[in-house]
């Protein structure tokens, strides 16, 4: 059984940058796309971007291409979210989740591609 611990969450002013990590323990992530979803109050919890596993191909939500990065280093077990030019409607729960398929071709978005859950990380974007 995998576990996800997410950090570097916190309170920042609009325009500010965070870097989320995740680490994952229990097993190596090698071979599983992982992915970054994001929960605000009163909505349902929302695709953020993805990291395919080898590294080469990530995918982002449009709410936040050209702003977010995400990364990953499978030597450490880590993944990353590089979240720059932050807005308030970033404000949210993040949560780094980890494929339910290894070595699966496509790169799903929603909740139900991911077998793995991190507890989240709290980002408040203040205007």
């Known amino acids: 059984q995998v576990q996800l611990v997410e950090s570097g969450g916190g309170l920042v002013q609009a325009g500010d940058s965070l870097r989320l990590s995740c680490a994952a323990s229990?097993?190596?992530?090698?071979?599983?796309?992982m992915g970054w979803f994001r929960q605000a109050p009163g909505k349902e919890r929302e695709f953020v971007a993805a990291i395919k596993w080898g590294g080469s191909m990530t995918y982002y939500a449009d709410s936040v291409k050209g702003r977010f990065t995400i990364s990953r280093d499978d030597a450490k077990n880590t993944v990353y979210l590089q979240m720059n030019s932050l807005k308030p409607e970033d404000t949210a729960v993040y949560y780094c989740?980890?494929?339910?398929?290894?070595?699966?071709?496509?790169?799903?978005?929603?909740?139900?591609?991911?077998?793995?859950w991190g507890q989240g990380t709290q980002v408040t974007v203040s205007s």
């Open positions: 989740a980890v494929s339910a398929y290894r070595l699966r071709t496509v790169v799903g978005r929603t909740t139900a591609d991911f077998g793995s």
């Open positions: 229990g097993r190596t992530f090698s071979g599983y796309t």
